[in-house]
């Protein structure tokens, strides 16, 4: 498959006054076409200022993106995203790259009526007449399952309920056919009846679209229903990057065992003890030399405190950042790691 | 469970709050956030509650401990009727019931240290004297229990994170040995390996100290993994109520069902094979609940009778109860095969 997005040691950092946050240090990874990759994080992992990075979304200041590449194929060829102009990244924004954030009630602005809000993406980077671009808005709606299109059109956003109004998100998202949809957290804000129809809906665009998704969620029971691999961040950093059954079956980072195993399962019988990860996320206003985690893991040796973990490649397109391997119980013998970085 | 276990009792319990509107301010309506609910719990028993947002399930958790006033009902604490006292004597009792709550940054004060925080409620209720070192020892005591260092009672909130505070929150409710928590959202706030961590402490001090807890969240496999039984409510009022495996293994009613089948499961494969009933629209509003069975306007089973008439809770097997006018049998209320496909397909 061809890659829509490649991105290469992303380095973000945002200077305030309690002195410097290394909110991503350096973080890699290939979105193909058409694929769905969760990034999976806790808060401060650095999993939504990674995305909102490459698009020019960081408040700077305080926020700068100091370093790194992220390529982006298009339809006018392939650019980095982090060399764009201004001007070029709004073209980029809404047109070829949608998105769909947590809170659709200040994602929406509240005094334009929906259609009016699709529309005016559709004007803006389509080149369409209001004619043609309220026609196609009303096309969009049907298409994200909003009942009556035509006279919702004419609605504003308070007379939608939440999952109405992630709906109509989506379809403003969707509305230029782009190659990537990147949702942030999109059902986070939910009801779980509510949540399940939009993962329903995301699933039924992705394969109509094709257009590949960048999913964000701290919640591992939503990526192992909708994507197809998945980057787990840790204190800014990857920490495992893995197709969504290996990750699952044969988790190779601690912070990803100790994660799947404090969730409860709602498929076993007899309750057993949730197994905590101890101690708190990093402070990320310190600038770390050994791996993030270090503190947290079980398995920590002498290394783990003297430098920061590569990826290393460990399986098919499995890598992870850890010098312990989990399946011998022992450190990794080939700790350069070898192989191509096909992240 | 037998007479003597029963701790909190709760009986049609009702709390309405006005919606005021016209120039005199006259009440023009009523949100009905909790609408006659009733059960019960026991000695150190753990009651999980259930429900989308808006279902009146943190209202339910406060009118018990009558920090909203019901508008009706009774709710009965030990031998003592809660809706009837108040002043001094409910007072006597508060020490006996203690409250967690969601967010903790905002339930704990900025400004005092956590030992002031933790010990307050022992000096509030003249248990311990201000300063005294019989305080001191029970702060640091407390602070220990929740597995926290206890020289740690000169710092203040804002130097521990939300997984620590929720801890000190917790050995606040612990501080004059209640037998009756309510906790209202406790971990929807915090990361999911801290989640583990407090839902492990709060399993550990049941064992420790028998006190009873009502679990008030909407995460459903979190409610399943910590209860021992678990009520599901929608709307202000009450859909199934059952042992937490029962719940899980034969809900019999529609609306229990299809939330059974919205939770995504942290396993791949299950995942993709899974067939998942999906509800239609959004939970309506309480201010305006529908007629007969609030469920009906969403219910992919109604009849007519579910328009007119509001199903009574009745108790289909030992301690399970239902609120469906469909669930008569095994497989009146149970949401057919085809349904669940065509709500895939549609």
């Known amino acids: 498959?061809?890659?829509?997005?490649?991105?290469?040691?992303?380095?973000?950092?945002?200077?305030?006054?309690?002195?410097?946050?290394?909110?991503?240090?350096?973080?890699?990874?290939?979105?193909?076409?058409?694929?769905?990759?969760?990034?999976?994080?806790?808060?401060?992992?650095?999993?939504?200022?990674?995305?909102?990075?490459?698009?020019?979304?960081?408040?700077?200041?305080?926020?700068?993106?100091?370093?790194?590449?992220?390529?982006?194929?298009?339809?006018?060829?392939?650019?980095?995203?982090?060399?764009?102009?201004?001007?070029?990244?709004?073209?980029?924004?809404?047109?070829?790259?949608?998105?769909?954030?947590?809170?659709?009630?200040s994602t929406l602005n509240p005094i334009l009526t929906i259609g009016e809000q699709i529309a005016e993406t559709l004007t803006r980077h389509q080149n369409m007449t209001r004619e043609q671009a309220r026609n196609r808005a009303t096309e969009l709606l049907a298409q994200v399952g909003i009942p009556d299109p035509k006279l919702r059109y004419k609605n504003y956003p308070f007379q939608f309920s939440g999952?109405?109004?992630?709906?109509?998100?989506?379809?403003?998202?969707?509305?230029?056919?782009?190659?990537?949809?990147?949702?942030?957290?999109?059902?986070?804000?939910?009801?779980?009846?509510?949540?399940?129809?939009?993962?329903?809906?995301?699933?039924?665009?992705?394969?109509?679209?094709?257009?590949?998704?960048?999913?964000?969620?701290?919640?591992?029971g939503v990526?192992?229903?909708?994507?197809?691999?998945?980057?787990?961040?840790?204190?800014?950093?990857?920490?495992?990057?893995?197709?969504?059954?290996?990750?699952?079956?044969?988790?190779?980072?601690?912070?990803?065992?100790?994660?799947?195993?404090a969730l409860p399962r709602l498929d076993l019988k007899e309750s057993e003890r949730l197994v905590s990860i101890r101690g708190a996320p990093p402070d990320l206003l310190i600038p770390l030399k050994h791996c993030p985690f270090a503190w947290r893991c079980d398995y920590a040796f002498d290394r783990c405190w003297e430098e920061i973990p590569p990826l290393l490649t460990v399986g098919m397109r499995h890598r992870v950042a850890c010098f312990y391997d989990m399946a011998t119980h022992a450190p990794r013998r080939s700790a350069n790691g070898g192989g191509p970085r096909d992240v | 469970m037998s007479e003597n276990d029963v701790l909190v009792r709760v009986l049609n319990l009702k709390k309405h709050f006005p919606i005021v509107g016209g120039l005199l301010g006259r009440q023009v309506g009523a949100v009905k956030a909790v609408d006659g609910i009733s059960f019960e719990i026991g000695r150190g028993e753990t009651l999980g509650m259930v429900g989308e947002s808006g279902c009146g399930k943190?209202?339910?958790?406060?009118?018990?401990?009558?920090?909203?006033?019901?508008?009706?009902?009774?709710?009965?604490?030990?031998?003592?009727?809660?809706?009837?006292?108040?002043?001094?004597?409910?007072?006597?009792?508060?020490?006996?019931?203690?409250?967690?709550?969601?967010?903790?940054?905002?339930?704990?004060?900025?400004?005092?240290?956590?030992?002031?925080?933790?010990?307050?409620?022992?000096?509030?209720?003249?248990?311990?004297?201000?300063?005294?070192?019989?305080?001191?020892?029970?702060?640091?005591?407390?602070?220990?229990?929740?597995?926290?260092?206890?020289?740690?009672?000169?710092?203040?909130?804002?130097?521990?994170?939300?997984?620590?505070?929720?801890?000190?929150?917790i050995a606040r409710a612990l501080s004059l040995n209640p037998s009756f928590i309510v906790c209202d959202?406790?971990?929807?706030?915090?990361?999911?390996?801290?989640?583990?961590?407090?839902?492990?402490?709060?399993?550990?001090?049941?064992?420790?100290?028998?006190?009873?807890?009502?679990?008030?969240?909407?995460?459903?496999?979190?409610?399943?993994?910590?209860?021992?039984?678990?009520?599901?409510?929608?709307?202000?009022k009450i859909m199934e109520l059952a042992e937490r495996n029962e719940l899980f293994d034969n809900p019999l009613h529609p609306y229990t069902q299809s939330l059974n089948s919205a939770v995504p499961v942290p396993l791949p494969k299950m995942e993709?094979?899974?067939?998942?009933?999906?509800?239609?629209?959004?939970?309506?509003?309480?201010?305006?609940?529908?007629?007969?069975?609030?469920?009906?306007?969403?219910?992919?089973?109604?009849?007519?009778k579910c328009h007119t008439t509001e199903p009574e809770s009745r108790e289909m097997h030992p301690g399970h109860f239902v609120s469906c006018h469909l669930a008569d049998d095994a497989e009146g209320s149970k949401i057919p095969e085809q349904t669940i496909l065509a709500s895939v397909m549609g």
């Not at chain 2, 390996?193 to 407090?198: G, Y």
Request: hydrophobic share 40%; with cysteine; glycine share 8%.
């Open chain 1, 1 to 105: 498959m061809p890659t829509v997005l490649k991105v290469r040691d992303l380095v973000t950092k945002f200077y305030t006054l309690d002195g410097v946050v290394n909110a991503v240090n350096g973080v890699s990874f290939d979105l193909e076409e058409g694929e769905t990759l969760a990034i999976v994080g806790e808060s401060g992992s650095g999993k939504s200022v990674t995305m909102m990075s490459l698009l020019g979304l960081i408040p700077t200041p305080p926020g700068v993106v100091e370093s790194g590449t992220a390529f982006f194929s298009g339809p006018e060829g392939r650019h980095d995203l982090l060399q764009m102009s201004a001007e070029e990244l709004r073209n980029v924004r809404g047109g070829q790259i949608g998105f769909v954030f947590q809170d659709p009630i």
């Open chain 1, 163 to 220: 999952g109405m109004r992630q709906r109509v998100v989506i379809a403003i998202a969707i509305a230029c056919t782009p190659q990537i949809v990147i949702a942030d957290e999109p059902t986070t804000a939910l009801d779980v009846t509510v949540q399940a129809q939009i993962v329903d809906l995301f699933r039924k665009l992705r394969e109509l679209l094709g257009v590949a998704v960048v999913w964000i969620t701290h919640d591992l």
């Open chain 1, 223 to 261: 990526v192992a229903g909708v994507a197809e691999r998945v980057l787990v961040m840790y204190g800014g950093r990857p920490a495992e990057i893995a197709l969504v059954d290996d990750l699952y079956e044969r988790p190779q980072h601690p912070y990803t065992v100790g994660l799947l195993g």
């Open chain 2, 58 to 169: 943190s209202t339910a958790g406060r009118a018990i401990l009558q920090l909203h006033k019901p508008t009706s009902g009774q709710v009965f604490f030990q031998d003592h009727e809660l809706t009837q006292i108040g002043g001094e004597e409910l007072r006597q009792l508060r020490p006996q019931m203690q409250m967690i709550f969601q967010d903790p940054y905002a339930t704990l004060n900025p400004r005092h240290s956590v030992g002031k925080i933790v010990g307050e409620p022992l000096v509030i209720h003249r248990v311990m004297k201000k300063g005294s070192q019989e305080l001191k020892d029970r702060v640091a005591e407390l602070l220990e229990l929740v597995g926290m260092d206890p020289t740690y009672v000169r710092r203040f909130p804002h130097e521990f994170s939300g997984g620590q505070r929720q801890r000190i929150g």
């Open chain 2, 185 to 236: 959202e406790p971990i929807s706030a915090l990361d999911v390996s801290i989640q583990a961590q407090v839902v492990n402490l709060m399993q550990d001090l049941q064992s420790q100290l028998n006190v009873a807890y009502l679990f008030i969240a909407h995460d459903l496999s979190m409610v399943k993994h910590i209860s021992h039984r678990i009520v599901v409510m929608y709307l202000g």
């Open chain 2, 272 to 304: 993709r094979r899974r067939r998942r009933f999906i509800l239609k629209g959004d939970p309506p509003s309480p201010a305006n609940p529908p007629s007969g069975c609030v469920f009906h306007t969403r219910c992919p089973l109604s009849e007519k």
